[in-house]
């Protein structure tokens, strides 16, 4: 029996509505605007088409973008003054500096001067500390995105095995405190784990996000899981032509596990949206008003 394909575009443009929604409510009773700047620092011609694509969705909704293109050389100085301006412009209400940087600037310090009720990448160390803390924050977009995909099959989470396969600060270890905020059980595994295999073939929930393309086999999953698959990779197709696939092995997996997530379709469109959910929430929390009811 094949698995239901979780439709995440589908599933993204209920939110985008919702999202617009509140956005004009919002501006109706308060005159704000939500505004968000994206800092891309060189020429990668991939990250240019996302920015836009970030910028489309937030006129669409009603926001504002403020887009800034730096040179690739552009100093680390000169990118760090760049960020306090926009952390003291009050059109601004997010700001997302796009990764991966060149190599004359250093990441983490970047990151850190980004005013962290303006970080709607939520990747602040003061976020990330909120969200292990169980505090109010501002959360990295991908998580929200795997949670949300994850409840549309499955609305509680209470008690099941959920199994995060990857560890990194951007989806991994934040994805793991959302999981265990849900009262899922929660392991968090990577390419060094023991018995990986074996571990997926528990989990109930399993999300992948280790950057290896179809890297989790159909048979390591569990008959009926949920696979929420966060993983992009471009390879050789049959045609001789590049084609993108998850960390999954979808093929495989899609004839055992009870729901599964194509890539591309999956959690790609939902990060956008939630980069727009996330707009919305600092918009909110800099005015002092309730949190968007998105």
């Known amino acids: 029996m094949s698995a239901k394909i979780i439709d995440g575009k589908a599933i993204a443009a209920d939110l985008r509505s919702k999202v617009a929604a509140e956005t004009g409510r919002l501006t109706a009773a308060h005159g704000l605007v939500p505004g968000l700047a994206v800092v891309l620092v060189g020429d990668n011609a991939a990250s240019k088409t996302y920015v836009a694509s970030k910028a489309r969705a937030l006129i669409e909704t009603g926001m504002k973008p403020f887009d800034h293109y730096l040179a690739a050389d552009t100093s680390e100085a000169a990118l760090l003054a760049l960020i306090a301006k926009?952390?003291?412009?009050?059109?601004?209400?997010?700001?997302?500096?796009?990764?991966?940087?060149?190599?004359?600037?250093?990441?983490?310090r970047v990151v850190g001067s980004i005013a962290p009720d303006k970080d709607v990448d939520g990747f602040h160390p003061i976020n990330f500390g909120r969200l292990a803390a169980k505090l109010p924050t501002l959360i990295p977009c991908t998580p929200i995105a795997c949670m949300k995909l994850a409840n549309s099959v499955r609305p509680s989470l209470d008690g099941l095995d959920a199994l995060v396969v990857g560890r990194s600060n951007i989806v991994g270890n934040p994805l793991g405190q959302l999981l265990m905020a849900a009262n899922a059980t929660v392991t968090i595994a990577h390419t060094h784990t023991r018995n990986l295999p074996d571990l997926c073939r528990r989990?109930?929930?399993?999300?992948?996000?280790?950057?290896?393309?179809?890297y989790v086999r159909g048979d390591w999953i569990k008959p009926g899981a949920t696979v929420?698959?966060?993983?992009?990779?471009?390879?050789?197709?049959?045609?001789?032509?590049?084609?993108?696939?998850?960390?999954?092995?979808?093929?495989?997996?899609v004839n055992?596990?009870?729901?599964?997530?194509?890539?591309?379709?999956?959690?790609?469109?939902?990060?956008?949206?939630?980069?727009?959910v996330n707009t919305l929430r600092a918009t909110c929390l800099q005015a002092h008003l309730p949190p968007p009811e998105v």
């Open 228 to 253: 929420v698959d966060v993983g992009i990779n471009r390879v050789p197709g049959a045609d001789g032509k590049s084609k993108i696939v998850g960390d999954v092995c979808f093929a495989e997996a």
């Open 256 to 276: 055992v596990a009870g729901a599964i997530t194509p890539v591309p379709g999956g959690v790609g469109p939902m990060t956008i949206v939630c980069l727009l």
């Open 86 to 108: 926009l952390n003291a412009d009050p059109a601004v209400n997010g700001i997302l500096v796009q990764l991966p940087l060149p190599p004359q600037i250093n990441t983490a």
């Open 203 to 214: 989990a109930e929930l399993l999300f992948v996000a280790i950057g290896h393309a179809e």
